[in-house]
């Protein structure tokens, strides 16, 4: 039976989901049980976060950066820059991946924000035979997560780059603010699972991958921090960050230009998010999204119903998106069209570390290093 939570716009396309009696979901009570009263924004974030800050200004004394941001262009880094650098006063090196697919506007916000800072950018560019092969080999398999090789990619570089330069820092806008709510695990899998990027890739890839930089949970969450000692961290979890206030501030000081929708700085994450996931597979992330705003007071929820009426996509031109992502990975439509209509699968279809993700969060939960976690 279909269901909507009372309370967010969660509702039962996420098959895992679970109402109490007053039908608010599993989402919301560990919001409230969970996050929030281990979230601390006021006087306690900030003991936290300036002795954090101390130590990266002094490990970084004498060299050219203190930390690494990872911009992609979109609100969360982009206010994550500004803040690091005119409130913080650290000294960040911008480092931003391109997978091939950046929007106009990412380029253009991604430019205006480090000029404007005056920041060094440092651009990591993804093979684009490899992204090519691993992309369509993600169509083919059949599973939702097909953003898994820029997400992927985008992460293994930064962190193989800290390890290369002995960059200990590396800065996220990752944040509870926009993403308190989680994507389920059946709607995103998680794109760090090496295990299930080179079986999907081996299975459906047709050359070996030349350049492209694979990571695994083990050697970024165990190896790099306890033994190297490059930690990554989210500074927006423990300052006042609100989407709309963030953005009007860019637009005044940068010129920053928004964008219609979360994640649509990469043209194919729009692609994915707005029309491939929902209308294959029935997951619309703007529930997701919209819900975290939701909880965190920054939308209300009627208007969040009323958005969800109408599709993330604009139907009159779609088919110029179909298009365009086809011939950049270098297929017809009418392939594009076939791996749309074959039967959906998921990650529990190919190998994966999924155990090893389950037992992680649940030791994270336990020594309470992480708040928010994914189901
Ligand atoms: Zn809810």
Same mark, same amino acid.
């Given at each position: 039976?279909?269901?909507?939570?009372?309370?967010?716009?969660?509702?039962?396309?996420?098959?895992?989901?679970?109402?109490?009696?007053?039908?608010?979901?599993?989402?919301?009570?560990?919001?409230?049980?969970?996050?929030?009263?281990?979230?601390?924004?006021?006087? !306690?974030?900030?003991?936290?976060?300036?002795?954090?800050?101390?130590?990266? !200004?002094?490990?970084?004394?004498?060299?050219?950066?203190?930390?690494?941001?990872?911009?992609?262009?979109? %609100?969360?880094?982009?206010?994550?820059?500004?803040?690091?650098?005119?409130?913080? @006063?650290?000294?960040?090196?911008?480092?931003?991946?391109?997978?091939? /697919?950046?929007?106009?506007?990412?380029?253009?916000?991604?430019?205006? *924000?480090?000029?404007?800072?005056?920041?060094?950018?440092? #651009?990591?560019?993804?093979?684009?035979?490899?992204?090519?092969?691993?992309?369509?080999?993600?169509?083919? &398999?059949?599973?939702?997560?097909?953003?898994?090789?820029?997400?992927?990619?985008?992460?293994?570089?930064?962190?193989?780059?800290?390890?290369?330069?002995?960059?200990?820092? %590396? =800065?996220?806008?990752?944040?509870?603010?926009?993403?308190?709510? +989680?994507?389920?695990?059946?709607?995103?899998?998680? $794109? &760090?699972? &090496?295990?299930?990027?080179?079986?999907?890739?081996? $299975?459906?890839?047709?050359?070996?991958?030349?350049?492209?930089?694979?990571?695994?949970?083990? /050697?970024?969450?165990?190896?790099?921090?306890?033994?190297?000692?490059?930690? &990554?961290?989210?500074?927006?979890?423990?300052?006042?960050?609100?989407?709309?206030?963030?953005?009007?501030?860019?637009?005044?000081?940068?010129?920053? $230009?928004?964008?219609?929708?979360?994640?649509?700085?990469? +043209?194919?994450? +729009?692609?994915?998010?707005?029309?491939?996931?929902?209308?294959?597979?029935?997951?619309? #992330?703007? !529930?997701?999204?919209?819900?975290?705003? %939701? =909880?965190?007071?920054?939308?209300?929820?009627?208007?969040?119903?009323?958005?969800?009426?109408?599709?993330?996509?604009?139907?009159?031109?779609?088919?110029?998106?179909?298009?365009?992502?086809?011939?950049? *990975?270098?297929?017809?439509?009418?392939? *594009?069209? +076939?791996?749309?209509?074959?039967?959906?699968?998921?990650?529990?279809?190919?190998?994966?570390?999924?155990?090893?993700?389950?037992? @992680?969060?649940?030791?994270?939960?336990?020594?309470? *290093?992480?708040?928010? @976690?994914?189901?």
């Amino acid at each position: 039976m279909y269901q909507v939570c009372s309370n967010c716009v969660m509702d039962t396309t996420d098959s895992k989901i679970e109402f109490d009696e007053k039908g608010v979901c599993d989402h919301c009570r560990s919001f409230y049980e969970h996050t929030l009263p281990n979230w601390h924004v006021g006087e !306690r974030g900030g003991v936290m976060l300036a002795s954090q800050l101390d130590r990266i !200004r002094k490990n970084g004394r004498g060299k050219d950066f203190d930390c690494i941001i990872g911009m992609s262009g979109g %609100i969360d880094s982009s206010y994550l820059t500004y803040v690091a650098k005119e409130e913080f @006063g650290l000294r960040p090196l911008v480092f931003h991946v391109d997978g091939g /697919w950046n929007s106009d506007i990412a380029v253009n916000n991604i430019e205006r *924000l480090v000029d404007g800072l005056k920041l060094d950018l440092y #651009t990591e560019v993804i093979d684009w035979e490899d992204m090519k092969d691993l992309q369509l080999a993600y169509f083919k &398999s059949g599973v939702p997560h097909i953003d898994t090789p820029q997400d992927h990619a985008f992460f293994a570089t930064m962190y193989k780059f800290a390890t290369q330069y002995g960059v200990k820092d %590396i =800065l996220t806008g990752a944040n509870l603010s926009t993403e308190c709510v +989680r994507n389920p695990v059946e709607w995103m899998y998680f $794109q &760090s699972d &090496s295990v299930q990027l080179k079986d999907i890739h081996r $299975q459906f890839g047709t050359k070996p991958l030349r350049n492209y930089q694979v990571t695994s949970i083990l /050697w970024h969450k165990l190896y790099l921090p306890y033994v190297k000692g490059i930690k &990554s961290w989210r500074p927006l979890n423990f300052i006042p960050y609100t989407k709309t206030d963030a953005m009007t501030l860019l637009a005044t000081k940068f010129g920053w $230009q928004p964008y219609p929708q979360k994640h649509f700085e990469s +043209r194919f994450t +729009r692609f994915y998010e707005s029309y491939w996931l929902p209308e294959k597979f029935g997951f619309d #992330t703007r !529930r997701v999204q919209y819900s975290s705003l %939701i =909880l965190t007071g920054q939308m209300d929820r009627r208007e969040a119903l009323e958005k969800l009426q109408s599709p993330a996509y604009d139907p009159e031109t779609i088919h110029h998106d179909m298009e365009f992502v086809a011939t950049k *990975l270098g297929i017809g439509v009418d392939e *594009l069209q +076939r791996y749309f209509d074959a039967p959906n699968k998921s990650y529990t279809d190919y190998k994966s570390s999924a155990w090893l993700y389950e037992f @992680g969060s649940q030791v994270m939960k336990l020594l309470r *290093l992480e708040i928010g @976690g994914k189901r």
